[in-house]
């Protein structure tokens, strides 16, 4: 059972524009949602997470919008750079885990 | 200052053998879980380990076994290899305080190729 979806699969953007990758949950006990960056032969490196307090957080580029009703959260990408191609993975845990539910990942191409 | 170590970076076995995978967690944390990456999915939790014991374990069997040391660096061992264990197998390391596990960092994994 996933209970984490993660669309799409993969992503063409064009250097400038705006990439958003979508996620949705089922488990209501979760309250951490973060989201990786995965480089070819490297680990998940932590971008930007939020928890279920509230409904948008930003960091430089990175935007989180989160909507509890809907169990979804999305991850947009302003200004999208050839940098930024990579391999981008939502997750989810609760507080009584402590470990993390990942999607299964969206491969972002961003053409220059 | 170090972040996660793994090693080896890369290994060969053959299908029926035995692996150990090492992982050295970052300076400050005292929690390492470990996760396996098949090739264009996103990372599946194996265990995670604190104060030396298995504390949580996701839907792996039981060739699948760990260790925590006192130093919190921890190994994964995988027994009766099977091919379908080939993968990418990465450690996380965290801080486990009240309320939660905070600071997870990934290391660049180990990919362990059976054949």
């Known amino acids: 059972q996933q209970q984490v979806k993660q669309s799409p699969q993969s992503l063409i953007v064009q250097k400038g524009g705006i990439s958003i990758i979508n996620c949705a949950y089922e488990?209501?006990?979760?309250?951490?949602f973060p989201w990786y960056q995965q480089f070819p032969g490297k680990g998940p490196a932590l971008l930007i997470a939020?928890?279920?307090?509230?409904s948008e957080k930003k960091e430089g580029r990175f935007t989180i919008s989160f909507n509890k009703s809907a169990k979804q959260f999305s991850l947009h990408i302003m200004d999208s750079q050839p940098g930024d191609s990579a391999t981008y993975f939502c997750?989810?845990?609760?507080?009584?885990?402590?470990?993390?539910?990942f999607g299964k990942g969206t491969k972002l191409s961003v053409k220059p | 200052d170090a972040g996660v170590t793994q090693s080896p970076t890369h290994l060969i076995k053959t299908r029926g053998q035995q692996v150990t995978l090492r992982c050295s967690p970052k300076?400050?944390?005292?929690?390492v879980s470990w996760y396996q990456q098949a090739l264009g999915q996103g990372p599946q939790f194996i265990f995670q380990?604190?104060?030396?014991?298995?504390?949580q374990r996701g839907n792996f069997p039981d060739r699948f076994s760990g260790h925590q040391f006192p130093n919190y660096s921890s190994e994964l061992n995988v027994n009766a290899l099977l091919l379908g264990d080939s993968a990418l197998y990465l450690c996380?390391?965290?801080?486990?305080?009240?309320?939660?596990?905070?600071?997870?960092?990934f290391g660049s994994g180990t990919r362990l190729t059976v054949v």
């Open positions: 996380a390391s965290s801080l486990n305080r009240q309320g939660g596990i905070y600071g997870y960092t």
């Open positions: 488990n209501t006990a979760f309250d951490y």
């Open positions: 939020i928890r279920p307090d509230v």
């Open positions: 997750a989810a845990s609760g507080r009584s885990q402590g470990n993390l539910i």
């Open positions: 300076s400050g944390h005292d929690t």
């Open positions: 380990y604190y104060e030396e014991e298995e504390r």
